[in-house]
């Protein structure tokens, strides 16, 4: 068997799609599963909105929001499987106790995305549609459609349940020598920044108090993330100087 390290260009290409495919076999699989299961999901997805009247304006709005709520469903389930592909495609760089390690890791991933998931739901969610139904409420009558609010709730959910894998991920990159500790504690005031303009795209709303929900928690994920670095981070060798 050739080695898979010295692969051509092709045929890490080849792998790649291969790998791609898989992840959209499993997605669709999940998604055909959410069909059976889709007014508990709406149900579960409308249960902030008890205060505001959603309603739709156009015919085709229902379909288009079965089969949107669907394939998010279908996305959330899948997101395990999907990462472990992403690490299988990249496995072949790796050494053997590398890849035992990225491995092992994978399933703390998908958790995170579902701990991240509930985060955004239970936690973030209920502020921002109370700014929502509360804003404005004196001089328009707020009736939202059922495709704006299922964007904002589908896209909160997923960005949260994305960001929340911010400690594993950077915890094998620093296991791999990808970054360190040192790197990555310089970077402390970088990170700040970047995590509330992260919150300000996720966020649905513009008022500060929602933004730093989202912000606080990947701050403290990151902190988080130098803190498993620290116990991962396998250090180069010194060169020895070679004496004359």
Known sequence: ???????????????????????????????????????QIMAVLTAPAQELDLQTITIMEPLSIFFRVCLTAGVILAMPYLIYQLFAFLAPALNPKEKRYVYTAVPFIGGLFLVGVAFAYFVALP?????????????????????????????LIIGVGLAFETPLIIMVLARIGVVSPEWL?????????????????????????????????????????????K??????????????
């Open 1 to 39: 068997m050739a080695d898979k390290k010295k692969m051509p260009i092709m045929g890490h290409f080849a792998e790649m799609r291969r790998r791609f495919f898989r992840g959209v076999i499993a997605v669709i699989i999940a998604t055909l599963f959410s069909f059976i299961f889709f007014n």
């Open 231 to 244: 116990l991962v981070y396998k250090r180069k060798p010194k060169p020895v100087p070679i004496e004359d």
């Open 127 to 155: 502020p921002a549609f109370r700014f929502f139904s509360s804003f404005g409420s004196s001089w328009v009558n707020i009736e939202p459609t059922i495709s704006s609010y299922i964007n904002i709730v589908t896209r």
């Open 185 to 229: 504690a310089r970077k402390r005031k970088v990170w700040v920044v970047v995590a509330f303009v992260l919150a300000a795209i996720i966020t649905p709303t513009f008022d500060p108090i929602n933004q730093t929900i989202i912000a606080v928690p990947l701050i403290v994920l990151y902190e988080m993330s130098i803190w498993l670095s």
